[in-house]
């Protein structure tokens, strides 16, 4: 098995002292150094090369995902494990950003960091399982929005036009009065646009309308 060589980055001591005691238990991982502030991180694996580095957030010069990035800049190959009391989702999203491979939460069982630490040395993304669902979700939510979007952009002027229309609770009648066109025109421009928008009914519009800002609540 090869040696995973690591840099233990936090500021505090008693912490790096008991993942040293933690890590060096491990017949295949060896830490080659410590770091207490993010500035001696970049320093350090400049020196020494690790495979991996695990890397608290709260630091007292730059954050650990200002350190991750810089050095993600300059060694793109060492992978970076947070491991942090941060469960924010904005931490979270901001490490993922600036290169983490990894993100473990300082209440996880040890087995989890070791878990996270051979990943990252492999290639792997390891996420905290908390931590993973809230990608989840978070993806979910952008692959709705855009997908809302992609929609909403389908529709020619005039369906966006009526669209709005429909929504402020103009019936087709008022529409084709509005617009100077005939109510059959009206009725065939909503049927495109509720079916491009996969929309079933007066009220889903309404609510559609809202939430994509066509219309004030």
């Not at 993942?19 to 020494?48: K, P, W």
């Not at 989702?89 to 950003?97: P, S």
């Not at 855009?146 to 609770?169: D, F, M």
Request: glycine share 4%.
């Amino acid at each position: 098995m090869s040696e995973i060589q690591l840099l233990l980055v936090d500021d505090h001591e008693v912490v790096r002292t008991g993942l040293r005691m933690l890590l060096e238990n491990q017949s295949d991982m060896v830490i080659l150094a410590e770091a207490s502030t993010g500035n001696e991180a970049i320093e350090l694996v400049d020196v020494y090369h690790p495979n991996v580095v695990v890397m608290d957030i709260t630091l007292p010069d730059i954050s650990g995902i200002e350190a991750t990035r810089r050095l993600k800049a300059k060694h793109p190959k060492i992978a970076v494990v947070a491991l942090t009391i941060h469960e924010d989702e904005q931490y979270f999203f901001e490490m993922l950003q600036a290169g983490a491979s990894g993100y473990v939460p300082k209440r996880a069982a040890p087995e989890d960091l070791i878990s996270a630490i051979r990943a990252a040395y492999n290639g792997e993304i390891y996420l905290y399982p908390s931590l993973a669902k809230a990608l989840v979700s978070d993806y979910l939510g952008r692959s709705r929005t855009q997908q809302e979007e992609e929609k909403l952009e389908a529709l020619t002027p005039r369906e966006q036009e009526i669209l709005e229309l429909l929504a402020e609770g103009l019936t087709n009648d008022e529409i084709a009065e509005h617009l100077v066109i005939s109510r059959h025109t009206v009725a065939r421009h909503r049927e495109n646009l509720m079916r491009k928008l996969d929309l079933h009914n007066r009220s889903e519009l309404v609510k559609y309308a809202i939430r994509k800002g066509l219309i004030a609540a």
